[in-house]
């Protein structure tokens, strides 16, 4: 948990205390990701972690419209639909979603298994849906700052992309074809955001309420991934969910 703040911050000190956070809990230290991107997990066990993936890829922009529709101005409506632009496209068969399932289909899973959603594990499902109802049901604020966890991602997917590349023949660039607009679409989407919040987060409770609302993301890539681990790695497939 945050710990309290006894005075309130500047916008610099509120930066590095959200950095710090994303340092110390980013899924980037889970031993997951750090097994897929060695190159240390199966073929099987990585049809899991995309299929599971998936649904986190198909949510996030259900999460953003719950999110536009609340919003009070133009300005903020327009940027952030441009983040449900990019998941979804603009026509059938672009946009962020469509092309996870090039990865998917990449790695041999059935398109309308992975879209049926039937293989998930459950920590996945509940995980994906605390973060859907959290921005449906925090303040605006704390909706933003739960995206922050952007601010890290361009560098774990470029780890991802060189490592997965390096080590697992059943992996190309066409199939991991969904991260490279990430890594120019990520700094654009969390720059917005952290503007956003260290402009508006002026008193000493909503100071808290943005670190909280980042170290509950950080939890919700994180448990999604401790679920991976411990079904694939460690084989306690729970029943009903994706069996390779
Ligand atoms: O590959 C990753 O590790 C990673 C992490 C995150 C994240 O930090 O939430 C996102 C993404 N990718 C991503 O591709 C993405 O579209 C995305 C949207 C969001 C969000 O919270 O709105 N996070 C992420």
């Known amino acids: 948990m945050t710990s309290s703040l ?15 956070i994303g340092a110390e809990r980013y899924h980037n230290r889970h031993p997951f990701h750090r097994k897929l991107h060695d190159g240390l997990l199966n073929k099987q066990q990585v049809q899991a972690w995309a299929l599971n993936r998936y649904y986190y890829q198909a949510s996030i922009p259900a999460k953003d419209a719950t ?7 133009t300005e903020l409506r327009r940027e952030w639909r441009r983040r449900i632009e990019d998941h979804d496209g603009t026509e059938p068969g672009t946009g ?3 092309r996870w399932l090039v ?3 990449g790695l041999g899973l059935d398109r309308a298994y992975v879209e049926s ?3 998930l594990l459950p920590a996945t499902r509940f995980s994906v849906e605390a973060y859907i109802h959290f921005v449906r049901d925090r303040s605006i604020l704390e909706a933003i700052a739960s995206s922050l ?10 780890e991802r992309v060189s490592g997965m590349l390096q080590h697992y023949d059943f992996i190309s660039k066409d199939t991991l074809a969904y991260f490279t607009p990430r890594l120019t679409q990520a700094p654009r989407d969390s720059d917005f955001a952290l503007g956003y919040v ?6 000493i409770e909503q100071q808290e309420a943005v670190l909280a609302a980042l170290e509950f993301k950080c939890s919700v890539l994180w ?7 411990h079904a694939y790695v460690h084989n306690n497939i729970p029943p009903g969910a994706f069996i390779p």
């Open 6 to 20: 006894s005075t309130r911050l500047t916008p610099k000190e509120l930066e590095e205390r959200l950095r710090a």
């Open 67 to 73: 999110l536009l529709a609340r919003l009070p101005t």
């Open 96 to 98: 962020g979603v469509a």
């Open 103 to 105: 990865l998917t289909d």
């Open 117 to 119: 959603l039937k293989g």
């Open 149 to 158: 966890t952007e601010l890290f991602s361009p560098t774990i997917i470029s």
């Open 198 to 203: 260290l402009e508006h987060a002026k008193t």
């Open 223 to 229: 448990t999604m991934l401790d679920a991976l681990d």
